[in-house]
């Protein structure tokens, strides 16, 4: 059987990562099959029996002409008569095969978020809530099935594109054990109490939340409130809303922004610090909440489906109310002891080894 494989727009953050699973799956279970991978330059090509590397330029509209022109180019250009496309890039192509597998991993279409159209965010949203899911229809047929990483993802996307669920599965992602004992501690401020919150500058991140939450710790503790850090991984004026208020309610003292860290210098502020906070509104996983957890640092997120679902069994974790500044105000104040709780580890899935099959076989288990 041969195969081609769409990963020319997984060259950074977690689609990267993503990728490199699927070729560490490939490498124990790609079988006699060929396989064909098309990518963006400078991606890893690592040598595996019966895989070949086609470096493609997808870049802006490029993307847009290589799904519906340029993947049939390629193939006629280099004799490749593909029986099954898999894709790792949210959309299929223009092309005729027996089966096309998309693993699916864009969580914009799927849930509705207020946004403020003076927001440079807003744009970005619009697109995806709106325009995106029109192109993903596009490549849809009756042999065009889904993976997706997990089951609130599965209901939502059944919902958004009106599938039958037989042909999504679920295919939770592998997440990198971390060795901690080689994570030094780290040394924060004396006499404070730490809490971390990795995340990007995009609205849906809601990083604003967390300002309103310290304003109202003054509230309840104003002493204690003092002596609270909030750790962001941005730069001051990333989110120019959240740094105005901050300055004109006098909390400049309770924020400290690191700019992007290093992963393995991350984690060891986080197994340091009194825990993680995570308001995100949107996420198809939200990778922090399960490396904190891993850690048995406490966790306080927004009470939404999706942190049920991914931190299920772990007892560290505290909900509060979406948009409830008080509730995560009182949260954080009940954190600033150093708790620690048992780790929290996955079961084992083998969802790598399932999704080749479904590659290879068409079967969803």
């Known amino acids: 059987m041969t195969i081609g494989v769409l990963a020319t727009v997984s060259s950074e953050s977690g689609a990267l990562t993503i990728y490199k699973q699927f070729l560490n799956a490939l490498e124990v279970g790609g079988g006699d099959n060929d396989w064909h991978i098309f990518i963006a330059d400078g991606m890893p090509t690592p040598t595996i029996d019966n895989v070949t590397y086609h470096v493609c330029q997808t870049k802006g509209w490029g993307r847009m002409y290589f799904d519906f022109f340029g993947f049939k180019q390629e193939i006629h250009k280099n004799s490749i008569t593909p029986n099954v496309v898999f894709s790792l890039q949210n959309t299929g192509v223009r ?155 006098g909390l400049e003292r309770n924020f400290v922004y690191h700019d992007r860290i290093p992963h393995q210098q991350l984690l060891s502020m986080i197994k340091s610090s009194n825990g993680l906070l995570f308001p995100s509104m949107i996420e198809t996983l939200g990778l922090p909440l399960l490396e904190a957890a891993s850690l048995g640092v406490p966790v306080i997120a927004n009470d939404l489906e999706y942190v049920h679902e991914v931190l299920s069994g772990y007892e560290g974790v505290k909900y509060a109310g979406v948009h409830q500044y008080d509730d995560w105000a009182q949260q954080i104040l009940s954190c600033c002891s150093y708790q620690r709780y048992t780790p929290y580890s996955l079961p084992e899935d083998n969802s790598w080894k399932r999704l080749m099959k479904l590659i290879t076989e068409g079967i969803i288990e």
């Open 95 to 249: 092309c005729n095969v027996d089966r096309c597998v998309i693993y699916y991993h864009q969580p914009l279409p799927l849930f509705k978020y207020k946004i403020n159209f003076c927001d440079k965010f807003a744009k970005t949203y619009i697109f995806y809530h709106f325009l995106y899911p029109l192109y993903v229809r596009l490549f849809i047929n009756d042999n065009t099935y889904f993976a997706v990483q997990t089951n609130s993802i599965k209901n939502r996307f059944q919902k958004r594109f009106n599938l039958d669920s037989n042909r999504i599965g679920i295919y939770f992602p592998q997440i990198e054990n971390i060795a901690q004992d080689a994570l030094e501690l780290y040394e924060f401020e004396d006499n404070t109490f730490n809490f971390f919150y990795p995340a990007i500058p995009v609205a849906y991140k809601e990083h604003i939340s967390i300002a309103y939450a310290v304003r109202e710790m003054y509230q309840h503790n104003p002493e204690m409130a003092k002596r609270i850090l909030i750790h962001f991984t941005l730069k001051k004026g990333e989110v120019v809303e959240m740094d105005k208020y901050i300055v004109e309610n």
